[in-house]
């Protein structure tokens, strides 16, 4: 091919922030683009026409600290559903038992991977009050995975009276008030899948839309030594979006750190113009050799790199920052864009950007979202330069990161190297109790949003 005929295109300049879709306006965006999927003659998704029907065998709930909890697989009594149809929009929600879904082996998710899901908690605050945090931002990320991969379009102001709901209705019995208070949470799956019975590849034309809730350890506390007796063996530092369950990490992975692997160039997460931004199982399949091959090899978690530079993106399912002293000699909090498409917005990222660029005085600290390469984390790390590294995300908050792997070095963060006690991770530690802090009503914030318990 002669280089004559070959039209130059640049890439695109990598932005460094306000490309968030997580915002009304990139709401309305997306919701414009898919106004086929949900035809102004169909119903749309409707809070209000959501029923109820109680289990008449409510189960027992278990201890936090029990194999049950660990095996993150115990459920709650109910499940909220919603379907959808092409021809004829949303259906009545219901809340009812908890039980299995009936599919036909043609549907659309088991061959298509046309699935996506959320990942939020509800605390029971110092108050007694339940929360949900920045449930909205959830909401959003919600909208925009189910319209990338052709899903049907929702209001996601519908979508959240219908999660406040199903938390009202299960709060009581699964985050108890009493001792559970400023301490207890539950974990919630928002998911929707594509039911459509056929082969072909097409636009699904039927979908379901679910809630589940599932009993959650306090995974960023070491895990006490009953809860290992017989529990089938869990991964500990494993990551946010999707729950692993593999054969896990070592008990006191979280006081010890997180150990990274970072991936090989013949594994990449995700690409740009691909979907790695967009909260879909298509993400977590293909990436679970690779998560077997660091836990088999003693690390917690894939740090993923992206292209011939090296540019780290994220850690398992989490978000990934690195606080370090910048060649300019300030210190600086580093963390990859959101621009390119290449990792998933999360609400914790969002959260830590926001608390940081707030802080003030001998507090503050530069902030810059940029594509980074492992070679300057390597560079800072011989010069005595590289002061923290930490996962963000919801199921463990912000876990530091003792080292990473990276092509046959060893890449010690302070944590790992100076030993004591949660040494060199104040910095995301004062972040995580800032945030726990609104998450359980210590702090009276706008990103704690309080949900009205039911009675039944
Ligand atoms: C869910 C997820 C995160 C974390 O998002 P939060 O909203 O903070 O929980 C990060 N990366 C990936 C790939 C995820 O799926």
């Known amino acids: 091919m002669a280089p004559a005929a070959l039209t130059p295109v640049s890439p695109p300049s990598p932005t460094q922030d306000n490309t968030s879709k997580l915002t009304k306006a990139g709401t309305e965006a997306i919701l414009s683009q898919t106004v086929s999927n949900t035809a102004p003659s169909v119903a749309e998704l409707v809070a209000s026409k959501c029923t109820f029907t109680p289990t008449v065998k409510p189960k ?40 299995p879904l009936s599919l036909m082996p043609t549907a659309s998710v088991l061959h298509y991977a046309t699935e996506c899901f959320e990942g939020m908690k509800a605390y029971r605050g110092v108050d007694g009050r339940v929360r949900l945090f920045r449930p909205q931002r959830n909401a959003e990320r919600f909208l ?34 009493g001792a559970g208070d400023g301490t207890r949470f539950v974990y919630i799956r928002p998911t929707m899948i594509a039911t459509a019975p056929a082969l072909g590849v097409q636009r699904p034309k039927e979908a379901l839309m679910y809630i589940i809730m599932v009993v959650f350890p306090a995974l960023d506390e070491p ?17 946010n979006g999707a729950l692993s369950n593999g054969k896990g990490a070592s008990p006191s992975a979280s006081a010890k750190g997180m150990r990274l692997l970072a991936s090989q160039h013949d594994m990449i997460r995700a690409w740009p113009g691909g979907f790695g931004n967009a909260k879909v199982g298509a993400n977590y399949g293909p990436s679970l050799v690779a998560q077997g091959e660091a836990r088999a090899r003693g690390y917690d978690q894939i740090l993923w790199l992206f292209g011939d530079e090296g540019y780290v993106t994220e850690a398992g399912g989490s978000n990934f920052f690195v606080l370090w ?12 864009p959101l621009g390119d498409g290449v990792i998933l917005e999360g609400v914790t990222r969002a959260s830590v950007l926001d608390l940081v660029r707030s802080r003030k005085g001998d507090e503050a600290v530069e902030v810059v979202e940029r594509k980074f390469a492992m070679d300057e984390v390597v560079r800072a790390a011989e010069e005595g330069r590289l002061l923290e590294g930490f996962g963000s995300g919801t199921a463990f908050f912000n876990a530091p990161v003792s080292d990473v792997h990276f092509r046959g070095l060893d890449v010690a963060f302070p944590l790992g190297t100076e030993g004591g006690e949660g040494k060199g991770s104040e910095f995301a ?16 914030h706008e990103w704690g949003v309080v949900v009205e318990e039911e009675a039944w």
């Open 223 to 239: 895990r006490p030594q009953q809860s290992l007796a017989q529990a089938t063996s869990n991964g500990h530092a494993n990551g």
């Open 429 to 444: 530690m004062g972040i995580k109790d800032q945030l726990k802090g609104i998450m359980y009503g210590r702090v009276q």
């Open 144 to 177: 925009k995975s189910a319209t990338r991969i052709s899903l049907p379009g929702f209001a996601p102001e519908e979508f959240l009276k219908l999660l406040k709901r199903f938390v009202g209705v299960e709060a009581r019995r699964w985050i108890p008030a």
């Open 60 to 99: 027992p709930v278990p201890a936090l600290d029990s194999p049950e909890a660990y095996s993150q697989t115990y459920t709650t009594d109910h499940m909220l559903t919603a379907r959808w149809t092409e021809s004829a929009g949303w259906e009545a929600p219901q809340i009812v038992p908890y039980g």
């Open 325 to 336: 002293i910048n060649e300019a000699g300030q210190r600086e909090l580093v963390t990859a």
